[in-house]
């Protein structure tokens, strides 16, 4: 016998059997505890928000243009040779006593 559940004012009809991997499980459980939510929960907000990458016709830059830019400052160079730059790091804090 299944009874209809509304949850949020939506009817919760019939459930749905779904089979997981192991480390799906504990990440499901996992995102559950920390959240404070049932681990039904946390897979019906990922299906929720799934068609919106699925479906997606936006590319990766589309979806993040709007925060190229926004910092600025520091050094613009920063990124070059950081190779070197972190070997020197730990040249430097193997001469410490």
Do not use: C
Not at 5 to 18: C, F, I, Q, R, Y
Not at 42 to 55: G, K, N, T
């Amino acid at each position: 016998m299944y009874y209809n559940v509304v949850k949020d004012g939506l009817n919760m009809e019939a459930p749905v059997t779904l089979r997981l991997d192991p480390e799906t499980r504990r990440q499901i459980a996992r995102v559950a505890r920390r959240k404070g939510i049932s681990k039904s929960e946390v897979i019906r907000q990922a299906l929720h928000s799934w068609p919106e990458f699925a479906d997606s016709s936006v590319s990766a830059y589309e979806q993040v243009a709007d925060l190229i830019g926004v910092v600025q400052g520091g050094n613009p160079r920063r990124s070059e040779e950081t190779g070197k730059q972190f070997r020197k790091i730990l040249v430097a804090k193997r001469k410490r006593p």
